[in-house]
């Protein structure tokens, strides 16, 4: 029962949490200054482009391609490093921007909750032997915190209990906490770089479905906070 629960979980937190997300931009497009057109040609360029991600991610995970570590960096990169360049891009665009005017912070802040059931996924995958003790909250992963933390700070924001610097110092650290389980997922996996040798290897997110974790979750998680701190500069 754990491996199914383990093996569906990363694609089901992804289903739900990005039906979420377009839920709250469909939305945030209708308040929005934008005409008809461009509220449809926005919302359909991020379907769309979502789709095709998904169509390479699971390719490139089936294909074999991620779990050939003599490859290393570039059998990991693709799904590493694209989202990461596009996310980056379209976050300093004007559009976004213009977007983010429009959006509740709390809208934005809630959605980190996706964390604490990414975080008993992993810890299913520790229990099954499929990752290492490290990658855990029983050991160097302290990520669950981000998504635990995020349902008390979506509240005070609602609630206007809270300010823009603290907003600011909340999202700036659980980006912290999201670059170490990141660094020592790296760390754990059987490249020239490993650091951990404890037994397994971190080599199950290079599969499918596991590989739901680095290719869609890892950048919704780092999207949010870019998100977050955007709308903090913009709206000062």
């Known amino acids: 029962m754990n491996q199914i629960i383990a093996a569906l979980g990363f694609p089901a937190i992804t289903l739900i949490f990005y039906g979420l997300g377009f839920n709250e931009l469909r939305n ?4 929005s200054s934008f005409d008809e057109s ?3 040609r926005i919302f359909n360029r991020v379907l769309i482009s979502t ?4 169509v390479f991610v699971c390719e490139w995970s089936l294909s074999g391609m991620m779990q050939n570590f003599s490859l290393f960096p570039l059998n990991v990169a693709p799904v590493m490093i694209i989202p990461l360049i ?3 891009f379209v976050t300093f665009s004007k559009t976004t921007k213009e977007i983010l005017i429009h959006v509740e912070p709390q809208a934005i802040i809630r959605l980190q909750s996706f964390r604490i059931f990414v975080e008993l996924v992993i810890w299913l995958l520790f229990i099954e032997k499929m990752l290492p003790v490290q990658m855990t909250f029983e050991g160097r992963n ?3 915190l981000s998504g635990i933390t995020a349902v008390v700070v979506a509240w005070l924001a609602a ?7 603290i907003l600011a110092i909340w999202n700036i650290a659980c980006l912290g ?3 170490n389980i990141v660094i020592v997922a790296i760390l754990s996996m059987p ?3 490993q650091y951990f040798f404890n037994e397994p290897m971190n080599m199950v997110v290079t599969k499918f479905p596991y590989v739901f974790l680095p290719a869609f979750l890892v950048p919704l998680a780092y999207m949010l906070h870019f998100f977050s701190l955007m709308q903090l500069a913009v709206k000062k």
């Not at 945030?28 to 308040?31: E, N, S």
């Not at 789709?51 to 998904?54: A, E, G, M, N, P």
């Not at 609630?159 to 610097?165: A, E, G, L, S």
């Open 28 to 31: 945030t497009l209708q308040r």
């Open 38 to 40: 461009k509220k449809k």
């Open 51 to 54: 789709i095709l991600w998904v």
């Open 86 to 88: 596009i996310l980056l």
């Open 142 to 144: 302290l990520d669950i």
């Open 159 to 165: 609630n206007q209990k809270i300010n823009k610097t």
């Open 177 to 179: 906490l999201l670059v």
């Open 191 to 193: 490249t020239p770089f």
